[in-house]
C-alpha cells in the first residue's frame, strides 16, 4: 500500500517497459503468402477481339439493368434485399466482425471498475484482548483494475489477423450470394419469358392448326377429301394441344421459383407477370463486344476465389495461434483505488492505494496436446489450400464453359431463325400447292409440323442464349462491385518471426 503521490511514477514506468518489451516481439508461425496464380493470362474462349483483355466494364455491377426490362429489375432489386441466402450471408458477415472486435480487443488491457463493502470479524488470535465487537468492522474499498497480456509471441496478434480475414472472407460470401442470387432470378425470369413465348407459339399453331382441320372436313363434305386427311389434321392438332399443359406447369413453377427467390406470394406475382411479353433484348450478342479483362483481375474480382483466399489466410494465421502455446504467456496486472473503514474516508488521499504486478504462466508440461493443436491447425491450412486451388480450378471450367456455351448458342439461335424462317415459307407454299391440287394433305401437314418445331427451337435457343449469358456475367464476378482491397495483404508481422 503506497500514497497516491506515489501511484503515477511506477505505474506508468510498467506501462512504457512493456510497449518497449511488446514492441521488440515476434509473432510465430508462417507469414502469409498469397498462392501463386496457376491459370492462364488470357481465357481461352474469349474471343479474337483484343477488347476482351480490357477492364471488365463496370455496368457488370448490375447486369440485369442492361436487358433493359423493368420487371427484371424489380425483381432483382426485391431478391437483393429480402432473399433469404442473402439474409443468411448478411448475419454471417455480422458474427464475423464480432468476433474481429473480439480478438482485437485481447490486443488491449483489460480494464475494468470494482467497487465494494466488506464486513467481517477479526480472530481473536490475530486481536488478543479485545471484545467481539471491536472486532467487528467494515472496509470500504473502490477503483480501477487493470490486466494486459503482453503479446510478446503474437498470439493475440495472430488471432486478429485470422479473424479479420474472415470477415474478409464473409464479405465476399455476401457478394457471392448477392452475384448468385441476381444471376438465380434473370436466369429463371429469361426462361419464364421463353416459356410463355413457346406457349403462344403453340397456340398460334393451334389456330392455323384448327383452321386446316375445318377445310379438311369441308373439303370431304364436298367430295374432294378424304377421312385420312382429316385423322392426320386431327391429330396434329391433339399433339399440339397435348404440349400445352407441360409448358404452363413449367411456367408455374418458374413463377413458384421467382417468388421464393424475391420473397414475395406466389398469387400476387404470377398476376404481376402474367402478360406475355418478347425476351429481353441481349446487352451484347457477340463476346468480341464484352470486355472480360485478364484472369489475374478475375481472381481479384470473383467473389468465391476471393472468399476461399481469405479463409486459406486465417487458416494460415491460426498456425501462429496454436504455435504460441510453445511460450509463455506474461501479463501485467495493475490497481489503483481507495481503501478506508469508513465512506467518508474514502474521499481522502490517504485512502488511495496502488499495486502493480507481473504474472508468468507456461504449459512447460502439456507440449504433447500442444503440438498436436499445432498438426491441427497445419492440417486445416492444407485443407485451405487445396479448397483454394479446387476453387479456382471449378470457377475457370465455369468461366470458360459458359463463354464457349454463349457463343454456341447464339450461333445455333441465328441459324435457327434461317430455318423458321424457311419453314413458314414452304409451309405457304404447300398449302398453295394442295390447294391447286399438287399434292397431297400429308406435306401440308408435314410443313406445319416442322413451323411448329422451328418456331419453338428457336425459343429455345434464344433463351439459351441469354441465361448462357447470364452465366457469363455470374462466372466473372457480375452482381457487385469489387473494392480495391478486395485481396488486401493480411495484418503486416515482424518478417523474422520464429517458426
Given at each position: 500500500?503506497?500514497?497516491?503521490?506515489?501511484?503515477?511514477?511506477?505505474?506508468?514506468?510498467?506501462?512504457?517497459?512493456?510497449?518497449?518489451?511488446l514492441?521488440?516481439?515476434?509473432?510465430?508461425?508462417?507469414?502469409?503468402?498469397?498462392?501463386?496464380?496457376?491459370?492462364?493470362?488470357e481465357?481461352?474462349?474469349?474471343g479474337a477481339?483484343?477488347?476482351?483483355?480490357?477492364?471488365?466494364?463496370?455496368?457488370?455491377?448490375?447486369?440485369?439493368?442492361?436487358?433493359?426490362?423493368?420487371?427484371?429489375?424489380?425483381?432483382?432489386?426485391?431478391?437483393?434485399?429480402?432473399n433469404?441466402?442473402?439474409?443468411?450471408?448478411?448475419?454471417?458477415?455480422?458474427?464475423?466482425?464480432?468476433?474481429?472486435?473480439?480478438?482485437?480487443?485481447?490486443?488491449l488491457?483489460?480494464?475494468?471498475?470494482?467497487a465494494?463493502?466488506?464486513?467481517g470479524?477479526?480472530?481473536?488470535t490475530?486481536?488478543?484482548?479485545?471484545?467481539?465487537?471491536?472486532?467487528?468492522?467494515?472496509?470500504?474499498?473502490?477503483?480501477?483494475?487493470?490486466?494486459?497480456?503482453?503479446?510478446?509471441?503474437?498470439?493475440?496478434?495472430?488471432?486478429?489477423?485470422?479473424?479479420?480475414?474472415l470477415?474478409?472472407?464473409?464479405?465476399?460470401?455476401?457478394?457471392?450470394?448477392?452475384t448468385a442470387?441476381?444471376?438465380?432470378?434473370?436466369?429463371?425470369?429469361?426462361?419464364?419469358?421463353?416459356?410463355?413465348?413457346?406457349?403462344?407459339?403453340?397456340?398460334?399453331?393451334?389456330?392455323?392448326?384448327?383452321?386446316?382441320?375445318?377445310?379438311t372436313?369441308?373439303?370431304l363434305?364436298?367430295?374432294?377429301?378424304?377421312?385420312?386427311?382429316?385423322?392426320?389434321?386431327?391429330?396434329?392438332?391433339?399433339?399440339?394441344?397435348?404440349?400445352?399443359?407441360?409448358?404452363?406447369?413449367?411456367?408455374d413453377?418458374?413463377?413458384?421459383?421467382?417468388?421464393?427467390?424475391s420473397?414475395?406470394?406466389?398469387?400476387?406475382l404470377a398476376?404481376t407477370?402474367?402478360?406475355?411479353?418478347?425476351?429481353?433484348g441481349?446487352?451484347?450478342?457477340?463476346?468480341a463486344?464484352?470486355?472480360?479483362?485478364?484472369?489475374e483481375?478475375?481472381l481479384?474480382?470473383?467473389?468465391d476465389?476471393?472468399?476461399?483466399?481469405?479463409?486459406?489466410a486465417?487458416?494460415?494465421?491460426?498456425?501462429?495461434?496454436?504455435?504460441?502455446?510453445?511460450?509463455?504467456?506474461?501479463?501485467?496486472?495493475?490497481?489503483?483505488g481507495?481503501?478506508?473503514?469508513?465512506?467518508?474516508?474514502?474521499?481522502r488521499?490517504e485512502?488511495?492505494?496502488?499495486?502493480?504486478?507481473?504474472?508468468?504462466?507456461?504449459?512447460?508440461?502439456?507440449?504433447?496436446?500442444?503440438?498436436s493443436?499445432?498438426?491441427?491447425?497445419?492440417?486445416?491450412?492444407?485443407?485451405?489450400?487445396a479448397s483454394y486451388?479446387?476453387?479456382?480450378?471449378?470457377?475457370?471450367?465455369?468461366?470458360?464453359?459458359?463463354?464457349?456455351q454463349?457463343?454456341?448458342?447464339?450461333?445455333?439461335?441465328?441459324?435457327?431463325?434461317?430455318?423458321?424462317?424457311?419453314?413458314?415459307?414452304?409451309?405457304?407454299l404447300?398449302?398453295?400447292?394442295?390447294?391447286?391440287g399438287?399434292?397431297d394433305?400429308?406435306?401440308?401437314?408435314?410443313?406445319e409440323?416442322?413451323?411448329?418445331?422451328?418456331?419453338?427451337?428457336?425459343v429455345?435457343?434464344?433463351?439459351?442464349t441469354?441465361?448462357?449469358?447470364?452465366?457469363?456475367?455470374?462466372?466473372?464476378?457480375?452482381?457487385?462491385?469489387?473494392?480495391?482491397?478486395?485481396?488486401?495483404?493480411?495484418?503486416?508481422?515482424?518478417?523474422?518471426?520464429?517458426?
Amino acid at each position: 500500500m503506497r500514497d497516491a503521490p506515489f501511484l503515477r511514477l511506477p505505474f506508468r514506468l510498467g506501462v512504457l517497459a512493456a510497449a518497449a518489451l511488446l514492441a521488440t516481439g515476434c509473432a510465430v508461425g508462417p507469414n502469409y503468402e498469397r498462392p501463386a496464380s496457376t491459370v492462364d493470362a488470357e481465357f481461352i474462349n474469349a474471343g479474337a477481339s483484343a477488347s476482351n483483355t480490357q477492364p471488365v466494364s463496370a455496368d457488370i455491377a448490375s447486369f440485369w439493368r442492361g436487358f433493359g426490362d423493368e420487371a427484371l429489375s424489380t425483381l432483382v432489386d426485391r431478391a437483393l434485399a429480402a432473399n433469404g441466402d442473402v439474409r443468411i450471408a448478411q448475419a454471417r458477415l455480422q458474427e464475423a466482425r464480432a468476433d474481429l472486435g473480439l480478438a482485437n480487443a485481447q490486443l488491449l488491457p483489460d480494464i475494468g471498475v470494482s467497487a465494494g463493502a466488506t464486513r467481517g470479524v477479526t480472530p481473536i488470535t490475530q486481536a488478543p484482548g479485545l471484545s467481539r465487537s471491536d472486532r467487528t468492522g467494515t472496509v470500504y474499498d473502490a477503483g480501477f483494475v487493470a490486466n494486459w497480456e503482453l503479446d510478446f509471441f503474437g498470439r493475440n496478434r495472430r488471432a486478429s489477423e485470422s479473424a479479420a480475414a474472415l470477415v474478409a472472407a464473409s464479405e465476399a460470401g455476401l457478394h457471392a450470394a448477392h452475384t448468385a442470387v441476381a444471376a438465380e432470378v434473370a436466369r429463371n425470369y429469361l426462361e419464364l419469358r421463353g416459356l410463355q413465348q413457346r406457349l403462344q407459339v403453340a397456340d398460334t399453331s393451334l389456330v392455323n392448326q384448327r383452321e386446316s382441320l375445318r377445310i379438311t372436313e369441308a373439303r370431304l363434305d364436298a367430295g374432294r377429301g378424304t377421312q385420312l386427311d382429316i385423322a392426320r389434321a386431327r391429330t396434329l392438332v391433339e399433339n399440339t394441344e397435348a404440349t400445352r399443359p407441360a409448358l404452363q406447369a413449367a411456367i408455374d413453377r418458374t413463377i413458384y421459383r421467382l417468388a421464393t427467390l424475391s420473397a414475395q406470394p406466389p398469387r400476387a406475382l404470377a398476376a404481376t407477370l402474367a402478360p406475355v411479353t418478347a425476351l429481353p433484348g441481349l446487352p451484347v450478342t457477340d463476346l468480341a463486344a464484352l470486355p472480360l479483362g485478364t484472369t489475374e483481375a478475375w481472381l481479384a474480382r470473383r467473389p468465391d476465389l476471393i472468399a476461399a483466399e481469405r479463409q486459406l489466410a486465417a487458416a494460415t494465421a491460426s498456425i501462429g495461434v496454436a504455435k504460441a502455446d510453445l511460450y509463455p504467456r506474461i501479463s501485467l496486472s495493475g490497481l489503483l483505488g481507495l481503501n478506508a473503514a469508513t465512506l467518508g474516508d474514502l474521499g481522502r488521499s490517504e485512502s488511495a492505494i496502488y499495486s502493480l504486478g507481473a504474472g508468468l504462466s507456461w504449459s512447460v508440461l502439456d507440449f504433447g496436446r500442444v503440438r498436436s493443436r499445432i498438426a491441427a491447425s497445419e492440417a486445416r491450412a492444407q485443407a485451405s489450400l487445396a479448397s483454394y486451388e479446387q476453387t479456382v480450378a471449378t470457377a475457370l471450367e465455369e468461366t470458360e464453359g459458359a463463354l464457349t456455351q454463349f457463343t454456341r448458342n447464339a450461333q445455333r439461335a441465328e441459324r435457327l431463325d434461317r430455318a423458321a424462317r424457311s419453314a413458314e415459307e414452304a409451309a405457304e407454299l404447300a398449302r398453295l400447292r394442295y390447294d391447286a391440287g399438287v399434292t397431297d394433305f400429308l406435306v401440308v401437314l408435314d410443313a406445319e409440323r416442322e413451323v411448329l418445331a422451328s418456331r419453338d427451337q428457336l425459343v429455345q435457343a434464344q433463351v439459351g442464349t441469354a441465361t448462357a449469358l447470364v452465366s457469363v456475367y455470374r462466372a466473372l464476378g457480375g452482381g457487385w462491385t469489387a473494392p480495391a482491397d478486395a485481396a488486401a495483404a493480411p495484418v503486416a508481422v515482424s518478417s523474422n518471426s520464429p517458426r
